[in-house]
């Protein structure tokens, strides 16, 4: 019998994972600075890779947190709770809970367990059906807000509650609670078991096989990440906000929200304007500022991002927001901190039509100059009053 690796073969193996990083995307050399941030970025991932990797599997299916402001990879929506549970496409399973109150939810099946670990190796979808989506507003809800719906290739004979047919070759769960006032709005709770077998503890194997592969879960997402991002500089370009040419419109999500992306570049003097049509109808909208890594910039500690309940949208329609690290002054700022350069992205979701946005650079010091008249202003003590209940309220959100 093969011995398994010991708790310092294991580390071993992790040991070279940050300086090969450096040294692929920082070739010429890395600031203490970036040395510590991607020291910081792999450990939050080897902790989302136990979580939802080594600690849970599809026997004894556990929705785990996924991303969020700990675990900040893959530019993470601030209004999203992600989840992930392992399934396996032969079992049968249910998912119970309570819905909330928070503006949706949904349940994707994923082909694979990680998004993106190695999807610029493969070729890119251009359309087709995408991974199923289920919403919980398509279920019965009860009274009391609480749910069952079963998960299985074929309906359960006797079974007449809700039912979701599983895809062929899915691998996990994909959960998305969205929430725009994360005060006001409770958040779903939800739990899963599988039900044609109880399953057994995992193998000593298993587990350190799971745990053997963490090394390939960082660079992978790491790698995954910063070429998007680059991507984005290439095809896109500086200081723009455009419809997204690499998220498909062909299944998934894809057929239900508009991707708008950009490279945000601007000195600590400057500013960039943002300025859309606010599409009517629409169940969502949000825009958000990221790293050259795509970790969203820190959302419980800065306004680096808004939504269609936390932004102020002008008389006339249109949203008219601020990038900069200078404060200017504006209800609409997108803090970008220290960031010198990374992804600008906004979303909209289930509207009618998509607009076109602008975005124009000019001096902070004067972008009062360049917007309208009337212009939501904010004053200091609001300032802080406004980041104060921004904080609260990401901490209120059930992520854990």
Request: charged share 25%.
């Amino acid at each position: 019998m093969t011995a398994l690796p010991t708790w310092q073969e294991q580390l071993r193996a992790l040991d070279p994972v940050v300086d090969d990083l450096l040294a692929i995307w920082r070739p010429d050399g890395a600031t203490d600075a970036e040395v510590q941030d991607m020291n910081r970025l792999a450990l939050s991932i080897l902790a989302c890779g136990y979580l939802c990797h080594v600690y849970t599997d599809a026997d004894r299916p556990v929705l785990m947190p996924l991303w969020n402001y700990a675990c900040n990879q893959g530019g993470p929506n601030p209004d999203y709770v992600y989840l992930q549970a392992e399934v396996d496409e032969d079992g049968v399973y249910e998912i119970t809970g309570f819905r909330g109150t928070s503006r949706f939810v949904e349940v994707t099946q994923q082909q694979r367990r990680v998004l993106g670990m190695d999807l610029f190796d493969r070729p890119r979808p251009t359309g087709g059906r995408g991974p199923t989506t289920h919403e919980l507003d398509d279920l019965t809800i009860g009274d009391d807000g609480s749910f069952r719906v079963v998960l299985s290739a074929e309906r359960p004979e006797g079974h007449t509650g809700d039912w979701w047919p599983m895809d062929p070759g899915v691998q996990s769960l994909l959960v998305r609670k969205c929430a725009c006032d994360w005060i006001g709005e409770v958040d779903a709770r939800i739990a899963i078991n599988r039900l044609d077998r109880r399953g057994d503890d995992m193998a000593p194997a298993e587990v350190a096989r799971r745990f053997s592969e963490m090394p390939q879960w960082i660079e992978g997402m790491i790698h995954f990440d910063m070429h998007l991002v680059r991507y984005y500089l290439e095809h896109h370009g500086i200081n723009v906000l455009t419809r997204s040419q690499w998220i498909q419109q062909g299944g998934g999500l894809a057929t239900k929200q508009a991707y708008y992306d950009g490279i945000h570049q601007i000195g600590d003097d400057e500013a960039l304007i943002v300025e859309f049509p606010v599409p009517d109808p629409c169940r969502y909208w949000q825009i958000l500022v990221a790293d050259d890594r795509f970790s969203t910039v820190d959302w419980v500690n800065r306004q680096s991002s808004l939504n269609d309940v936390q932004a102020h949208v002008d008389d006339d329609g249109w949203f008219r927001g601020v990038v900069s690290r200078r404060d200017p002054g504006v209800h609409n700022w997108l803090d970008k901190a220290d960031v010198p350069w990374g992804i600008l992205q906004a979303r909209f979701y289930r509207a009618d039509e998509y607009p076109e946005a602008t975005v124009t650079k000019v001096p902070v010091a004067s972008v009062l100059d360049h917007l309208p008249a009337g212009t939501r202003t904010v004053t200091a003590g609001e300032r802080e009053a406004q980041l104060r209940r921004r904080r609260t309220g990401a901490q209120l959100r059930q992520i854990w």
